[in-house]
């Protein structure tokens, strides 16, 4: 009996804390965040391929190079024009290079992060 009443107790909190879970989430609108955080993780991990291939192009060249002079010389094998919704430029200079991963959001006011690495290898995001 014991038992019986301690497995309804746990029933009955896991239900509340269920209603509270998904109260929160309409309440947040959060319906595209699960995508929009895996879109994220793929573009940092794309910024830090490209800055990769930028000092490995440095490395034999002495030099650092546009995302198309990384393609046309072997470092970058797989071309990536974008992600979802996120497309990258690149800019180089002597001493350094700074890649950029600038978001388009869909709708107006929905806010999205861009996010750019330079030769540190830090991935940051931008204002």
Same mark, same amino acid.
Not at 81 to 102: C, V
């Given at each position: 009996?014991?038992? @019986?009443?301690? @497995?309804?107790?746990? =029933?009955?909190? &896991?239900?509340?804390? +269920?209603? =509270?879970? #998904?109260?929160?989430?309409? !309440? %947040?609108?959060?319906?595209? &965040?699960?995508?929009?955080? #895996?879109? $994220?993780?793929?573009?940092?991990?794309? @910024?830090? %391929?490209? &800055?990769?291939?930028?000092?490995?192009?440095?490395?034999?060249?002495?030099?650092? &190079?546009?995302?198309?002079?990384?393609?046309?010389?072997?470092?970058?094998?797989?071309?990536?024009?974008?992600? !979802?919704? +996120? $497309? +990258?430029?690149?800019?180089?200079? !002597?001493?350094?290079? $700074?890649?950029?991963?600038?978001?388009?959001?869909?709708?107006?006011? !929905?806010?999205?992060? %861009?996010?750019?690495?330079?030769? $540190?290898?830090?991935?940051?995001?931008?204002?």
């Amino acid at each position: 009996m014991r038992a @019986l009443m301690s @497995l309804a107790a746990m =029933i009955i909190v &896991a239900g509340i804390g +269920y209603w =509270i879970y #998904i109260s929160n989430l309409k !309440a %947040s609108g959060t319906t595209g &965040a699960p995508a929009q955080a #895996i879109s $994220t993780v793929g573009v940092k991990s794309d @910024l830090l %391929s490209f &800055a990769q291939a930028e000092r490995v192009y440095q490395a034999n060249h002495g030099s650092f &190079a546009s995302l198309d002079e990384l393609y046309s010389s072997g470092a970058l094998t797989v071309r990536k024009l974008g992600r !979802a919704r +996120y $497309t +990258y430029s690149s800019n180089t200079s !002597a001493d350094g290079f $700074t890649i950029t991963a600038r978001c388009q959001p869909q709708a107006a006011g !929905a806010a999205c992060p %861009s996010f750019s690495i330079d030769q $540190t290898l830090q991935v940051q995001q931008l204002p």
